[in-house]
């Protein structure tokens, strides 16, 4: 059981919206650790999107974006494309754990 | 551009140890910049962090795996090892390489990737 909670799946249409939530508690999200943002093609190794909360690597697209509050994240995809289809992953540390700790991975759908 | 590839034997006897190799190329890991960490996933499954080493050799292992994990170093080929012993088929997994940028007060995130490696426990 992972101690960052994430939705199994979202689904949106082309062009839409959406958002994956990132749950923790005061031991890690709520403790001032940052949370870093995942994309994992299916058969391929997972590329980092977000780092330090909202902070995009060269090369992401403005189209992701990642914010934090209290002791949950969110990524914000917008204009969603085909080519997002992927399973995104939250990642912190916890303090209580002394561990870096993952979310269970959230599989986002393009209808 | 910093690369990593993982490289292993790929399947493993149950109660013998597997071992993987991660070879680093664009960047020294003697840089002192970062640690190198390693992380599974099963099939099918989530992201599961193993532990990270220092050029110098420091290591830390996730509780769950202290025991039977030993993370090295060797800085002469610019590679960093992974050892897990007494494996049972629960370890079957892809097994990555990473570069971790590791800060005490915002913790750190996984900045690169290999490719990843299966290995596959079974008789």
């Known amino acids: 059981q992972s101690v960052l909670t994430q939705p199994p799946s979202v689904s949106g249409a082309p062009g839409q919206r959406v958002t994956i939530s990132c749950t923790g508690s005061s031991s890690n999200i709520g403790t001032g650790y940052t949370v870093n943002w995942y994309q994992q093609l299916p058969g391929t190794a997972p590329k980092l999107l977000i780092h330090g909360n909202s902070n995009r690597p060269s090369g992401v697209p403005d189209r992701f974006s990642g914010s934090k509050s209290g002791t949950s994240a969110s990524l914000a995809i917008t204009g969603l494309q085909a080519e997002d289809e992927a399973d995104y992953y939250c990642q912190s540390y916890d303090t209580s754990l002394s561990d870096y700790v993952f979310g269970a991975g959230t599989k986002v759908t393009v209808l | 551009q910093m690369q990593l590839q993982e490289s292993s034997t790929g399947l493993v006897k149950p109660s013998e140890t597997l071992s993987l190799t991660c070879t680093v190329s664009g960047d020294s890991i003697s840089n002192g910049r970062y640690y190198w960490g390693w992380i599974r996933q099963p099939p099918g499954k989530g992201l599961e962090y193993i532990g990270k080493v220092f050029y110098s050799g420091s290591t830390y292992y996730t509780p769950s795996l202290t025991s039977r994990v030993t993370i090295s170093v060797d800085t002469s080929k610019n590679q960093f090892l992974l050892r897990l012993s007494s494996v049972t088929a629960a370890d079957t997994a892809v097994y990555y390489c990473?570069?971790?940028?590791?800060?005490?007060?915002?913790?750190?995130?996984?900045?690169?990737w290999g490719q990843g490696a299966l290995v596959i426990v079974s008789s």
């Open positions: 990473a570069v971790l940028t590791s800060d005490s007060s915002t913790g750190g995130f996984f900045g690169s």
